[in-house]
């Protein structure tokens, strides 16, 4: 009898769960610009088409700022991590929190990948640093 009862229970809970659940179709994304011209975010406009409504889902990017205090990207907060976007709303990089760290160092923000465009590349290969250029900066004699 209290078997059959909480069997009866879970079942009545499983069909309720299955009837709340909502199923958004993306119908389209705007991007989102501030006075500089500045890619901050984007809208994103989602349909319920079994209820028949629509909604808006803005996302508002991080500022990223240099020693100087200028902008050169924004970050958007993702379940593992963060995406990086220059201001130009180009995806050049990725934080991945990585857990196993967090033990040794608590305020450890995670691994930072960041992609440069060739331009920055050639710009970088100029000022080229050399294995004798950090020995030196160690001061490690050979």
């Not at 079942?11 to 659940?21: M, T």
């Not at 500089?36 to 406009?45: A, K, P």
């Not at 379940?79 to 990585?98: A, C, E, F, M, P």
């Amino acid at each position: 009898m209290r078997f059959t009862k909480i069997i009866g229970v879970l079942a009545v809970c499983l069909a309720a769960s299955g009837c709340s659940l909502l199923e958004y179709q993306p119908l389209g994304k705007e991007t989102l610009k501030n006075a500089q011209g500045h890619v901050i975010g984007y809208r994103e406009r989602l349909c319920d088409c079994r209820a028949g409504e629509e909604l808006d889902r803005v996302v508002l990017f991080t500022p990223r700022l240099t020693e100087a205090g200028n902008v050169f990207g924004y970050e958007e907060k993702i379940k593992n991590g963060v995406v990086l976007w220059d201001t130009r709303g180009k995806r050049i990089g990725s934080r991945y929190v990585d857990l196993r760290s967090r033990s040794t160092n608590a305020r450890n923000s995670g691994l930072t990948i960041v992609f440069r465009s060739s331009a920055d590349a050639e710009r970088l290969a100029v000022a080229q640093v050399t294995i004798e250029d950090i020995k030196q900066h160690l001061r490690i004699t050979n």
